[in-house]
Nanobody
């Protein structure tokens, strides 16, 4: 069992940056692969980025490649999403998620644990 709490969202102008954090409870954080998803108003939740147990493997949705970076600090039970060059279309509620797989995929059903989300708003 793991509980996830996101933070770091806010309002930023286009071209700006934000860093999201997701703090996990429990002593087995390093046993979970982690991911970030997002959901814009009126749209389905979509995959953003994923990272393996150790942090050695990552992958991204095409639209955020080169702009977003997912990382983790297992000593702090925290996963991060550094978002640079933000665009208005990045506006969404961002969720972190955990799976017991070595590296999760891009499908919601692969993740058993979810945070409550943090709002990111990018103004033009």
């Amino acid at each position: 069992q793991v509980q996830l709490v996101e933070s770091g969202g806010g309002l930023v102008q286009a071209g700006g940056s934000l860093r999201l954090s997701c703090a996990a409870s429990g002593r087995t954080f390093s046993s979970y692969a982690m991911a970030w998803f997002r959901q814009a108003p009126g749209k389905e939740r979509e995959f953003v980025a994923a990272i393996s147990w150790s942090g050695s493997r990552t992958y991204y949705q095409d639209s955020v490649k080169g702009r977003f970076t997912i990382s983790r600090d297992n000593a702090k039970n925290t996963v991060y999403l550094q978002m640079n060059s933000l665009k208005p279309e990045d506006t969404a509620v961002y969720y972190c998620a955990a799976t017991s797989k070595i590296l999760g995929g891009s499908h919601l059903y692969e993740y058993a644990y979810w945070g409550q989300g943090t709002q990111v708003t990018v103004s033009s």
